[in-house]
T-cell receptor, first 116, second 109 residues
Framework: DTEVTQTPKHLVMGMTNKKSLKCEQHMGHRAMYWYKQKAKKPPELMFV???????INESVPSRFSPECPNSSLLNLHLHALQPEDSALYLCASSVRGEGVMNTEAFFGQGTRLTVV | EDQVTQSPEALRLQEGESSSLNCSYT??????LFWYRQDPGKGPEFLFTLYSAGEEKEKERLKATLTKKESFLHITAPKPEDSATYLCAVRNAGNMLTFGGGTRLMVKP
């Protein structure tokens, strides 16, 4: 099973709303990622969690707040977003461990976010 | 800074017309080069991992090769269902994954 599950698939939110994106994997992967993708552009890295700890934050605005409650779950909390934040948000995971070569990242199907 | 450049940006082929997609890269400590296929509105689907120069991987009509500076994705006798955006990405020693801009492939029947 190489599945990464993201919910919801689509989300429309106002600029004053608070919402959360969820991501789940049961492959035992200990590295999890959030990416943002605009139309006809490649995915852009936002955050990396390694062993449930935030290891990389690519200077993402504080209106995006990641959380990794356990090794299978990754959340992205959204608050006071702007219309330009509308995009496809992708979650990914990969194997990570002592002596283990980092492998490919498996992606979820994404959440299509529209900020109105 | 790691850089990944894919060419061409878009490629139109007739069904059965073989071709290659290019991915040129510079990376600090390559820990893998990855090819993904992405359909509109969907997440990238993993295709191949290549770790060292000279390595080749095949899957159906696709074959990926790797040198020290670039990778090629060869498509043999493509079908319309191969139409998608193909993304190349490299991982560096710091576990950062950098994507290229992608090649939009359109295969006409």
């Amino acid at each position: 099973d190489t599945e990464v599950t993201q919910t919801p698939k689509h989300l429309v939110m106002g600029m004053t709303n608070k919402k959360s994106l969820k991501c789940e994997q049961h492959m035992g992967h200990r590295a999890m990622y959030w990416y943002k993708q605009k139309a006809k552009k490649p995915p852009e890295l936002m955050f990396v969690y390694s062993y449930e700890k935030l290891s990389i934050n690519e200077s993402v605005p504080s209106r995006f707040s990641p959380e990794c409650p356990n090794s299978s779950l990754l959340n992205l909390h959204l608050h006071a977003l702007q219309p330009e934040d509308s995009a496809l948000y992708l979650c990914a995971s990969s194997v990570r461990g002592e002596g283990v070569m980092n492998t490919e990242a498996f992606f979820g199907q994404g959440t299509r976010l529209t900020v109105v | 800074e790691d850089q990944v450049t894919q060419s061409p940006e878009a490629l139109r082929l007739q069904e059965g017309e073989s071709s290659s997609l290019n991915c040129s890269y510079t990376v600090s400590g390559l820990r893998g080069l990855f090819w993904y296929r992405q359909d509109p509105g969907k997440g990238p689907e993993f295709l191949f991992t290549l770790y060292s120069a000279g390595e080749e991987k095949e899957k159906e009509r696709l074959k990926a090769t790797l040198t020290k500076k670039e990778s090629f994705l060869h498509i043999t006798a493509p079908k319309p269902e191969d139409s998608a955006t193909y993304l190349c990405a490299v991982r560096n020693a710091g576990n950062m994954l950098t994507f290229g801009g992608g090649t939009r492939l359109m295969v006409k029947p």
